[in-house]
Each structure stands twice: as structure tokens, then as C-alpha cells.
Nanobody, 113 residues
């Protein structure tokens, strides 16, 4: 079965950086568009960034210029480099395979001052 395992979350001060990873198994990773979503307390889950099988990227306006999504197909892993973090980036971040019901368990990112 499909497994998506996120890692790399944690506590960071405003202006700091974190790099999230999503390791996938049970799928032909290279053919799928992969996505990062996040969900803050009391809010709906929202799309943060997306990367196609060919490497085309899209970002939510709120993270453009600060976050970078990437992928390593040989390692079946997707990444999210998050720089200049703000308190409003605090959320649980989820890995998702586009157009499927496959989600990771999430990793908590907390930006505090």
C-alpha cells in the first residue's frame, strides 16, 4: 500500500528555516504530481505548493519567495525548504499525492517568538 512519511518539522523562531521531507513508498513516485498542504488550528487545510512529475512548481501566494518545493525521484522523496518563517506558517504540514486519497500523517511546524 501507499505510504507517505513526513519529517523535518519542529520549533523555530520567526525568520528561521526548516526543511520538510516526504518519503513515499508503494507508488511509482516519478509519475505523480506531489503536493504539500498545511492545516492551522481552527482553519481548513490549504495547498502550500505543488510539483509536477516534470518539475513544474506552483506556490500559494502566502509562501511565494520564501518556500521552495523540490523532488528527488530516485529517492522517491519530496522536499519543502521553508525560509523566512512567520508565525502564520504554524501548522501541521501534510504530503499528498495529487488526484488520490493518499496523505501522510503530517509534521508539526511551530514558529514562535
Amino acid at each position: 500500500q501507499v505510504q507517505l512519511v513526513e519529517s523535518g518539522g519542529g520549533l523555530v523562531q520567526p525568520g528561521g528555516s526548516l526543511k520538510l521531507s516526504c518519503a513515499a513508498s508503494g507508488i511509482i513516485f516519478s509519475i505523480y504530481t506531489m503536493e504539500w498542504y498545511r492545516q492551522a488550528p481552527g482553519k481548513e487545510r490549504e495547498l502550500v505548493a505543488r510539483i509536477s512529475s516534470g518539475g513544474r512548481t506552483e506556490y500559494a501566494n502566502s509562501v511565494k519567495g520564501r518556500f521552495t518545493i523540490s523532488r528527488d525521484n530516485a529517492a522517491s522523496t519530496m522536499y519543502l525548504q521553508m525560509n523566512s518563517l512567520k508565525s502564520e506558517d504554524t501548522a501541521v504540514y501534510y504530503c499528498h499525492v495529487r488526484s488520490t486519497n493518499n496523505w501522510g500523517q503530517g509534521t508539526q511546524v511551530t514558529v514562535y517568538s
